[in-house]
């Protein structure tokens, strides 16, 4: 009914950057929120940055100046911009969105992407 596709994952070194995209697609009435979580090995699940419809944002302490989040709202895509990676930022990221849906009796629910690695080292 709802899918998340990301992209743009992969091994840096540190100090360079990544690009990471992802577009819902299915039966979607509205795209309420979308943004992205990540998890390091053996820690929890943690929210990384957050975009609403209307263009507010939120981001983790962590990576605020250097993570750049944006939404396209016509192709229902959220964009994660990351510069000057750090090896503290190694994780699977997960593209997250409140949607509504046909089905949903008018509340947004939670969809959530596959997940992609990225990898911080030398």
């Known amino acids: 009914q709802v899918q998340l596709v990301e992209s743009g994952g992969g091994l840096v070194q540190p100090g360079e950057s990544l690009r990471l995209s992802c577009a819902a697609s299915?039966?979607?009435?509205?795209?309420?929120?979308m943004g992205w979580y990540r998890q390091a090995p053996g820690k929890e699940r943690e929210l990384v940055a957050a975009?609403?419809?209307?263009?507010?944002?939120i981001y983790a302490d962590s990576v605020k100046g250097r993570f750049t989040i944006s939404r396209d709202n016509f192709k229902k895509t959220v964009y994660l911009q990351m510069e000057n990676l750090k090896p503290e930022d190694l994780a699977v990221y997960y593209c997250?969105?409140?949607?509504?849906?046909?089905?949903?009796?008018?509340?947004?629910?939670?969809?959530w992407g596959q997940g992609t690695q990225v990898t911080v080292s030398l």
């Open positions: 997250h969105a409140d949607i509504v849906t046909p089905y949903g009796l008018g509340s947004p629910e939670e969809y």
């Open positions: 299915g039966s979607i009435i509205s795209v309420v929120k």
């Open positions: 975009a609403t419809s209307s263009g507010d944002t």
